[in-house]
């Protein structure tokens, strides 16, 4: 079961927005017990994404069972850079693995950030 794509680059609340949509679809899909973690994983991604990315900036969610994938794409092929953290910030990537067991897919029309939920305990 899936939700969206929604493309969000255009909305000046984007990430206000995707943690709305992603709060309602996991209600939707019974996985209250995932939300917390899931609007600061997309809230990360979504603003690292409108940052350091380019249009189209895209959000879909699918179910897997008592999880969820959260795909954040954008338009730019270089991959998201982790850096360490300092007293400006750029904890993003670090707290997004933190929650979820994270991939990244390259090409050259873009990237694909995928965020699974709940994080596999062996992962």
């Known amino acids: 079961m899936g939700a969206g794509p929604w493309r969000l680059d255009g909305d000046p609340c984007l990430v206000r927005t995707a943690r709305r949509l992603v709060g309602e679809t996991l209600a939707t899909w019974g996985l209250d017990a995932l939300r917390d973690d899931a609007v600061l994983v997309v ?48 904890f993003g990537m670090w707290v997004v693995e933190s929650l979820a067991l994270v991939t990244v897919e390259c090409g050259p029309a873009g990237k694909v950030v995928r965020a699974v939920l709940p994080r596999p305990a062996d992962s």
């Open 43 to 90: 809230s990360e991604l979504l603003t690292n994404g409108s940052r350091h990315g380019r249009p189209p900036l895209t959000l879909a969610l699918t179910r897997t069972g008592s999880g969820a994938v959260i795909e954040v794409g954008d338009g730019s092929p270089a991959p998201p850079v982790k850096q360490d953290p300092g007293e400006s910030g750029r």
